[in-house]
């Protein structure tokens, strides 16, 4: 890694919420490209601590200073929420730290990338090569930056942070433990063993294999959906792919997009989820002929490619190193057509939902992405990625992993992350069946206090 960058702390403000939680807004200046630290142009990110509000007895009494503990949060492409609205905040501030959650370059607040402020850089061909410093490469460096500016005159000894990360957040963790494991006490993965590959087209043959399943028990449970989802289908297509906008006016309700919320397909409760949007679509169909705007809102809901074009059109590439992705997903869901394709030849046949793979006609369907087509296209043929992390490092690692992995997570595949937990020395792994990708949200009290026992506990 580079000489170390201190990031500039712009301005910061500081207030109570209930909970005994004191938060602070937090806005740092780094280098937009860290190869080129010198240069005129800089991003600004955006960060909240939090720390538990401490008032002794004796008012002269100094409270000792709490270790960071840094969370990276799933995508690439979504900000965080505020530390008092996540479930686990209280469960890391009762272990006696204070939290920082930062919104990764280009989403929340941290010069968030949209369409309107890509074009504001230049042609197709300059903005998609602004796109490539918006990856965990830069994340890690952005991390350390605000690190160094968060502890500067503390001993060295009390400069290293502990680190959280869900998903995505997860990647990024492991490109920290490849390039800068310096800066870090701890690191804790939720559902963030990134696989260890050059390209996309491994990930998707298994997350493919994955979704397959999940589709199957989705129709299992509902096998009557096989019909309406046909006849929604089927009529999201009476025209071709124009046949209902979206509510932007800008894009369509396509049948493709539509069959897209088998996302939700790899969270708990999914199934049911997705079972209540299509019966609430087939309902419309039988009361007026068409979608309603609240079901169409519905099903926008599910799918945030609009509000967060990092997370379509960087998506692919937070496997590639080297390589190129050429829109992987695409091209790997080729090999599974038959189960895919609408309308069914057969119409007793079901047909499948995808997941979370990014297609090249979505830059056609969602009114947002159709701005940034040919940026997309670019950015699919690149092949000068840098590397996303360090086999020889994370084979001489030092600082403490716990990874909890689930065997049925459709958004990174369980073997994959095993190979990945066995090439990094010394990483723990938390095991289950009992869970989901999302299981941080919506089964925090368990995966957390699982990934707490292999920190504090110990295995003869």
Not at 145 to 161: I, M
Not at 195 to 205: E, I, W
Not at 270 to 289: P, Y
Request: hydrophobic share 35%.
């Amino acid at each position: 890694m580079a000489a170390p960058v201190v990031a500039r702390i712009l301005r910061w403000n500081s207030y109570n919420v209930p909970g005994r939680i004191r938060i602070t807004e937090y806005y740092f200046e780094v280098p937009r490209d860290y190869s080129n630290p010198n240069s005129s142009q800089t991003i600004t990110l955006f960060a909240r601590a939090g720390h538990r509000i401490h008032k002794p007895a004796d008012p002269t009494t100094v409270a000792p200073h709490q270790p960071w503990m840094l969370f990276l949060q799933g995508g690439p492409g979504f900000g965080c929420s505020s530390p008092q609205n996540n479930a686990w905040t209280q469960s890391v501030l009762d272990r006696g730290y204070q939290v920082l959650l930062l919104d990764q370059r280009g989403t929340g607040m941290s010069t968030p990338l949209s369409a309107a402020s890509l074009g504001l850089r230049g042609d197709e061909k300059v903005q998609a090569q602004y796109l490539k410093s918006f990856r965990a490469d830069s994340i890690v460096r952005d991390c350390e930056a605000v690190r160094l500016a968060l502890t500067s005159g503390l001993p060295p000894e009390k400069q290293k942070w502990s680190v959280m990360g869900q998903s995505y957040g997860g990647f990024c963790i492991l490109s920290y433990l490849s390039f800068a494991p310096q800066g870090l006490r701890e690191a804790f993965l939720f559902g963030g063993l990134q696989p260890l590959v050059d390209d996309p087209d491994r990930v998707y043959r298994a997350t493919f294999k994955k979704l397959i399943e999940r589709n199957e028990a989705y129709y299992n449970k509902f096998p009557e959906d096989i019909q309406r989802v046909q006849r929604i289908t089927t009529f999201l297509q009476r025209f071709g792919n124009t046949t209902v906008k979206d509510t932007s006016d800008s894009g369509f309700m396509t049948a493709r997009r539509f069959m897209q919320l088998g996302m939700a397909f790899g969270f708990h409760s999914g199934l049911d989820s997705i079972h209540d949007i299509v019966i609430r679509a087939d309902n419309d169909l039988t009361c007026f002929g068409t979608l309603t705007r609240p079901t169409i809102s519905r099903i926008e809901g599910y799918l945030p490619f609009n509000d967060a074009i990092i997370y379509a059109i960087l998506h692919e590439s937070i496997y590639c190193q080297g390589k190129s992705s050429k829109w992987s997903a695409y091209r790997i869901q080729k090999e599974h057509e038959k189960l895919f394709q609408i309308p069914k030849e057969n119409p007793t046949n079901p047909i499948y939902f995808t997941g979370e793979m990014i297609f090249p006609w979505m830059f056609e369907d969602y009114g947002e992405l159709t701005r940034i087509k040919d940026q997309a296209d670019f950015v699919a043929e690149f092949s000068d990625w840098p590397a996303l992390f360090d086999r020889a490092q994370l084979k001489r690692n030092e600082v403490p992993v716990y990874a909890a992995s689930y065997t049925d997570d459709m958004f990174v595949d369980f073997e994959l992350s095993m190979e990945t937990a066995r090439a990094i020395k010394g990483c723990k792994t938390y095991v289950t069946n009992q869970m989901y990708h999302d299981a941080l949200r919506s089964r925090m009290d368990e995966v957390f206090k699982a990934l707490w026992a292999l920190r504090d506990d110990s295995i003869d």
